[in-house]
């Protein structure tokens, strides 16, 4: 080897070297070791997932919360609460000793929502600022927790539903209503659901459709025991 091709092969060793050295790592990148969510993310863009008249001429809460075995004593999460559709019906169904959790990403809608549940004198409502990778809500702290049309807009399900599990009590049920369209169309395929609660370790237990507004009710346990996070592979939607 004369001395130019020496002089180029450490060139390009050193290239490679310096790129390898520079390139993030998927952690890096995302800023969790969490695996990507492989298929869009809507954007948040209401409070409401559709009028409350509408909602309860189709019996929606009452189905929901009945399925749920949702009665007096019961903790429950409305995680992503928006508007406050299922906070104000879990407060009405639970009555004044009732644990409830309203959790959401955006202070806006809570402060909202501070301001209607005090103009309707509910109480045992806490609220909850979560982030987008995790619920904030307490350890051992919930029997049910409720998601309502929001799961579409999660933005790493893994992550999410990984430190979502510290805060669910033994016996724990997750709810999650949602619609079967893409994610990207605000709805979440049943398989695509299944899959990926499935890769964090929880295991379905009851879906039942809520007709007739084309959405449906799929309930989970959570893991006894969470696998880890090296192992969890993410899911595709079709």
């Known amino acids: ?95 004044p000793s009732a644990t409830i959790y309203a959790q959401d990403v955006e202070g806006k809608y809570l402060k909202q929502l501070e301001t209607r549940l005090e103009r309707e004198q509910i109480r045992g409502v806490s609220l909850v600022l979560g982030r987008p990778g995790d619920p904030k809500l307490p350890p051992d702290s ?22 979502l599990v510290p805060s669910l009590a033994p016996n724990a049920r997750v709810g999650i209503i949602d619609i079967d369209r893409p994610t990207q169309e605000h709805g979440t395929p049943p398989a695509l659901l299944r899959c990926e ?9 009851d879906f039942v459709l809520l007709q007739p507004a084309e959405g449906y009710l799929a309930i989970f346990v959570p893991p006894a025991k969470l696998p880890p996070v090296s192992t969890i592979r993410p899911c595709k939607q079709n």
């Open 1 to 95: 080897m004369n001395s130019v091709h020496r002089r180029y092969l450490l060139v390009l060793l050193a290239a490679v070297f310096l790129w390898s050295w520079q390139r993030p790592s998927p952690t890096a990148a995302t800023g969790t070791p969490f695996p990507a969510s492989n298929r869009p993310v809507a954007k948040i863009i209401s409070p409401a997932y559709s009028d409350e008249k509408t909602r309860d001429q189709n019996g929606e809460a009452e189905r929901v919360m009945d399925r749920l075995s949702i009665k007096p004593g019961v903790r429950v999460a409305d995680i992503g609460a928006g508007a406050g559709y299922y906070t104000v019906r879990l407060a009405q169904r639970l009555g």
């Open 142 to 163: 919930v029997d049910v927790a409720l998601l309502s049309h929001m799961y579409h807009e999660v933005e790493n399900p893994y992550e999410f539903l990984y430190r």
């Open 197 to 205: 609660l499935a890769a964090v370790g929880y295991r379905e237990i």
